[in-house]
């Protein structure tokens, strides 16, 4: 069975630092997805990551995926109070893909002015 | 371009009763899933449509949840009889693709409707 767990959960950061959520899955799949949610609001589409070795940046988030290491990271860099949400890496459990996501535990992110 | 709608936004309901969600995708997209949100917890799929046949139901408890979809675009879940711990957030999600051939597989969210069962 399928598990994905992140970390930290938690995470309170000042503006202008950088951080690394880590995203770490138990069994084979090259497929994984990054969402953000703010509270009360739904889940947006941030990364979608098809491969060993890829990486996709879209401002000052960055995220990459080691299908061997079975690990995602999702990187902030100068981290501004627009980033603060909730941020869930999933995997799809089908290794060539069918959108069968299994979420993980989610970051919830705040960022102190 | 429209995107996922779902109704109603929030519903309240005594345990042992019934309710049902509704669910309209965005136009063109072949995929719709439903999943269900815990407060504090990721989402979990419950259900996946492909047109109107099911491609993945492993997850739902059917002998209180039932779905379709139908003439695969519109979809309803339904839950009977409620339980305290179906108090969460279902959530519909529609994609043009699975991910399969390179598709990306993208999957496009909705508002949710935030079920309270007393």
């Known amino acids: 069975e399928l598990k994905v767990e992140q970390n930290p959960l938690f995470l309170s950061m000042q503006e202008g630092k950088n951080y690394t959520i880590y995203c770490n899955y138990s069994t084979t799949s090259d497929r994984l997805y990054w969402y953000r949610q703010d509270p009360g609001k739904s889940l947006e589409s941030l990364f979608v990551?098809?491969?060993?070795?890829a990486v996709k940046q879209e401002g000052r988030l960055m995220a990459s995926l080691d299908t061997k290491a079975r690990l995602s990271t999702l990187h902030i860099t100068a981290a501004v109070h627009d980033l603060s949400a909730t941020y869930f890496c999933a995997v799809d459990k089908v290794p060539q893909g069918a959108q069968k996501l299994v979420f993980g535990q989610g970051t919830r992110l705040t960022i102190n002015p | 371009e429209a995107g996922v709608a779902q109704s109603p936004r929030y519903k309240i309901i005594e345990k042992r009763q019934s309710v049902a969600f509704w669910c309209n995708p965005i136009s063109g997209h072949a995929t719709l899933y439903w999943y269900q949100q815990i407060l504090g917890q990721g989402p979990k799929l419950l259900i996946q449509?492909?047109?109107?046949?099911?491609?993945?139901d492993s997850q739902l408890p059917k002998d209180r949840f039932s779905a379709e979809r139908l003439k695969g675009v519109d979809s309803t879940l339904k839950i009977q009889p409620a339980k305290l711990e179906d108090s969460a957030v279902y959530l519909c999600?529609?994609?043009?693709?699975?991910?399969?051939?390179?598709?990306?597989?993208?999957?496009?969210f909705g508002p949710g409707t935030r079920l309270l069962v007393l």
């Open positions: 999600a529609s994609s043009l693709d699975r991910g399969l051939a390179g598709g990306r597989g993208t999957q496009y």
């Open positions: 449509f492909q047109n109107n046949g099911v491609v993945d």
């Open positions: 990551l098809l491969s060993n070795g």
